[in-house]
Structures are given as structure tokens and as C-alpha cells.
């Protein structure tokens, strides 16, 4: 009959490890990359005058026109050069459709 002794099984066990632990590859090379490589300081900038900026809001057309931008969904320097090239582009959701809820019958 077969008995079994804590010695054995520690003796097979360490066995075991030892195998397993010359079966693994070299251990690879790791390389670190700092996530603040590419970080550039805050750099306040001078804000120019009010009325300055007063003035350039008036030349673009007042808030009616970067409200009228924020509908398009263009930023203010391609709205001012792509005028003709937005009026072919096909809208962002067409094809795309929600059908309508079903209406609730009246008791």
C-alpha cells in the first residue's frame, strides 16, 4: 500500500518549482515611458483689451454668429474658410433614423 509523507510531497514539490522555473524564458527587457514626457508647462497668456475684443466679436458679427457656429458644429477658422465646402458635405446623421414612439390609446 501506498503511504504518502509530508517529506516526499515537499521534496516532489520543490522538484517541481525548480523544473518549472528553468522551463520560463528570459525575463524580458522593460521599458519605462513617463506619462509627463510630453508635458509643457501653463503658460499665462496676456489677455488683450476689452474693447479690442469688443471690436472683434462686432467685425465677426456678434454672438449670433458663433451662436450660429456652434449649431453648424464648425470651428470658427474652418467656418471661415470652407463656406462652399460645407454646403456639399452631407449632413453628419443622415441615413439615420428613430422611429416614433407608439401612441397610448385613450381609456
Given at each position: ?47 488683450i483689451p476689452w474693447k479690442e ?13 458663433y451662436a450660429k457656429e456652434a ?37
Amino acid at each position: 500500500m501506498f503511504h504518502s509523507s509530508p517529506a516526499g510531497w515537499l521534496a516532489l514539490l520543490s522538484a517541481f518549482a525548480a523544473l518549472s522555473a528553468a522551463a520560463q524564458p528570459a525575463p524580458t527587457v522593460l521599458n519605462y515611458k513617463s506619462a509627463l514626457e510630453g508635458y509643457r508647462p501653463f503658460a499665462d497668456e496676456k489677455p488683450i483689451p476689452w474693447k479690442e475684443a469688443n471690436e472683434t466679436v462686432y467685425r465677426r458679427g456678434g454672438w449670433q454668429a458663433y451662436a450660429k457656429e456652434a449649431a453648424e458644429g464648425t470651428p470658427p477658422a474652418a467656418a471661415e474658410s470652407s463656406k462652399g465646402a460645407a454646403a456639399d458635405a452631407p449632413a453628419a446623421h443622415q441615413g439615420h433614423a428613430m422611429p416614433m414612439p407608439a401612441k397610448k390609446e385613450q381609456p
